[in-house]
């Protein structure tokens, strides 16, 4: 079992920034990928990025630029810059055990996720 724990979320003003955290316990040397997912209210959960074991990201396309994904050891990191209002939701953070080369983009295939951190853009 790998327990995810999100924070950083809040309320930021159009334009700026803010940096989601996402700490990872119990079987960490499991997980062959991490990603962050979000979903605003009356939407489905959307891929945001994600990460293998080994390093590689991926991103969704529409937020290449703004957004970067990183770990460090057990835990995940989400760097959003330029935040725009539609960039409101739950930001969720995710692992998954399986998988090769590219870190999936569909959330059922990951396995464990966390509780989710509200952020908020206004204008």
């Known amino acids: 079992q790998v327990q995810l724990v999100e924070s950083g979320g809040g309320l930021v003003q159009a334009g700026g920034s803010l940096r989601l955290s996402c700490a990872a316990s119990g079987r960490t040397f499991g997980p062959y990928a991490m990603g962050w997912f979000r979903q605003a209210p009356g939407k489905e959960r959307g891929f945001v990025a994600a990460i293998s074991r080994s390093g590689t990201p991926r991103y969704a396309d529409s937020l290449k630029g703004r957004f970067t994904i990183s770990t460090h050891y057990d835990s995940l990191y989400l760097e959003m810059n330029s935040l725009k209002p539609e960039d409101t939701a739950v930001y969720y953070c995710?692992?998954?055990?399986?998988?090769?080369?590219?870190?999936?983009?569909?959330?059922?295939?990951?396995?464990?996720w966390g509780q989710g951190t509200q952020v908020t853009v206004s204008s």
């Open positions: 995710a692992a998954t055990e399986s998988g090769g080369g590219a870190p999936p983009m569909s959330p059922s295939n990951y396995h464990y």
